[in-house]
């Protein structure tokens, strides 16, 4: 079936710094990708999506690229901020063709603390 | 505002007693479904939803039932909690599945003895 991989974390940072948080996939069809982000105490949110290969999604400055020929979705942000702390989430939604159409499966998560 | 709401926020519990998570949203979506979130799983779905009626299992369905008679509301029903569903869940709506934004509502923490 479906999965989703993300690098394992949690991942801590300085302000300012660069951010790469790895995330590659194993999906029948032509699955659509995601990036959740989770602030504390709160419910998963929207970040990023892209729904074909090559595709570039792009919010509040974070990037992630479809590559289907590496199988990844990995996210990155130039310089990250203290408000950026969360716990990010990589997805898949089965496409057409496959299995699990209309489905998320996610990653296990990847926490993000910022430091000032 | 759009918004998906979850009630209750938090509950304890002792197993075996029935309890029922509601869910609503205002968006007019077509497809809802319900997630449990535990440590270093990630999000797992339980039931899905595409339409008034029509109700799937997800990847972890067992000891959890739902229903859908109204297109706003999708409840999530434990008959006989046990502990191993201490958990964080989520119920989320979107227009259809596939590559559309799926909205999260705020969570529901279970605990039970």
């Known amino acids: 079936g479906d999965s989703v991989t993300q690098m394992e974390g949690p991942v801590t940072l300085s302000e300012e710094a660069f951010l790469t948080i790895n995330c590659t996939y194993t999906?029948?069809?032509?699955?659509?990708l995601f990036w959740y982000v989770q602030y504390p105490g709160e419910g998963l949110q929207l970040l990023l999506k892209?729904?074909?290969?090559?595709d570039k999604g792009s919010n509040k400055g974070f990037e992630a690229t479809y590559r289907k020929e590496t199988t990844s979705f990995h996210l990155e942000k130039g310089s990250v901020q203290v408000s950026d702390s969360a716990v990010y989430f990589c997805?898949?939604?089965?496409?057409?063709?496959?299995?699990?159409?209309?489905?998320?499966?996610f990653g296990q998560g990847t926490i993000l603390t910022v430091h000032p | 505002e759009a918004q998906v709401t979850q009630n209750p926020r938090y509950l304890i519990t002792v197993t075996g007693k029935k309890l029922t998570v509601t869910c609503s949203q205002n968006?007019?979506?077509?497809?809802m479904s319900w997630y449990r979130q535990d440590p270093g799983l990630g999000l797992r779905q339980i039931y899905y939803?595409?339409?008034?009626?029509?109700?799937d299992k997800g990847d972890v369905p067992e000891g959890y039932k739902v229903s859908r008679k109204e297109k706003r509301n999708f409840p999530l029903i434990l008959e006989s909690p046990s502990p191993n569903q201490t958990s964080l869940y989520f119920c989320?709506?979107?227009?259809?599945?596939?590559?559309?934004?799926?909205?999260f509502g705020p969570g529901t923490r279970l605990t039970v003895t």
């Open positions: 989320a709506s979107s227009w259809a599945g596939g590559y559309y934004e799926q909205y």
């Open positions: 999906a029948t069809g032509y699955p659509s």
């Open positions: 892209a729904t074909k290969a090559d």
């Open positions: 997805a898949l939604s089965g496409g057409a063709g496959g299995t699990s159409y209309g489905k998320l499966t």
């Open positions: 968006m007019n979506h077509e497809y």
């Open positions: 939803s595409m339409n008034v009626e029509v109700t």
